[in-house]
């Protein structure tokens, strides 16, 4: 099967979808991973993806589980001739050696979810040192989003081609609540550094902001691991 025949399997309006990779193609219409043809926004059947494909997070391993259907001819990917096409490959090339988002975002994810441990910990004991660690932690790691924040867009770029699926705009979405509520957060605390044990709606206000970082991140960090692995 040459490129030509290949490219007629997208997995659309009924057509079974068949990828190419390293001399092969895949029939991947049954996989929950290739729905209507495409693989999280990135990848489209009928098309030779060995270069693409090579630069995935996942190993070989995955085509271990599905039969060759046949060979396919002309199976390198032919170079790209637009400028800007080279350039944003650059950049993804950069990226994969480097892993911006994936390094930049344990340092929120750890620092908030200290910060809710230590919070708990001084509303249990009255130690005020919990609070102040509390507080130390929430703020860097708030710091830490904006870094994360804008390496993950950087990702959504390179990688993604500003892919609109649900689970970009629910990782988008919950990424910016964080973000305004760290900012609100570190607001009442400066604001009054005695508001943790306050005991009025405002110190109510601020402790639950404070402990909701925790559900908020384990969205955030779900919808990314869906990206990642499907």
């Known amino acids: 099967m040459d490129r030509e025949e290949l490219s007629k399997f997208d997995g659309k309006e009924g057509r079974r979808a068949y990828i190419g990779y390293k001399g092969h193609v895949y029939d991947v219409t049954?996989?929950?991973?290739?729905?209507?043809?495409?693989?999280?926004?990135?990848?489209?059947?009928?098309?030779?993806?060995?270069?693409?494909?090579?630069?995935?997070?996942?190993?070989?391993?995955?085509?271990?589980?599905?039969?060759?259907?046949?060979?396919?001819?002309?199976?390198?990917?032919?170079?790209?001739?637009?400028?800007?096409?080279?350039?944003?490959?650059?950049?993804?090339?950069?990226?994969?050696?480097?892993?911006?988002?994936?390094?930049?975002?344990?340092?929120?994810?750890?620092?908030?979810?200290?910060?809710?441990?230590?919070?708990?910990?001084?509303?249990?004991?009255?130690?005020?040192?919990?609070?102040?660690?509390?507080?130390?932690?929430?703020?860097?790691?708030?710091a830490a989003l904006i870094p994360t924040i804008a390496s993950g867009f950087f990702s959504w770029w390179v990688n993604y081609h500003y892919a609109t699926s649900n689970v970009f705009i629910t990782k988008i979405a919950f990424s910016a609540l964080l973000l305004l509520m760290c900012t609100a957060e570190m607001w009442l605390r400066f604001s009054d550094p005695a508001i943790s044990a306050a005991g009025t709606g405002v110190s109510n206000l601020y402790n639950g902001l404070l402990f909701l970082n925790l559900p908020v991140m384990a969205i955030i960090g779900f919808n990314g691991g869906k990206i990642t692995w499907g």
């Open 30 to 142: 049954d996989s929950r991973l290739w729905k209507s043809g495409q693989h999280v926004k990135r990848h489209f059947a009928g098309r030779d993806l060995t270069e693409d494909l090579e630069k995935a997070p996942h190993t070989d391993e995955v085509f271990s589980r599905i039969q060759p259907v046949e060979a396919l001819t002309e199976s390198v990917a032919q170079v790209q001739s637009v400028s800007s096409d080279e350039f944003k490959a650059m950049l993804r090339d950069v990226y994969r050696k480097l892993h911006p988002h994936p390094m930049f975002i344990h340092f929120p994810m750890g620092l908030l979810s200290f910060a809710v441990f230590m919070q708990a910990m001084f509303l249990f004991t009255g130690q005020p040192s919990f609070e102040t660690t509390a507080f130390h932690c929430m703020a860097a790691g708030g």
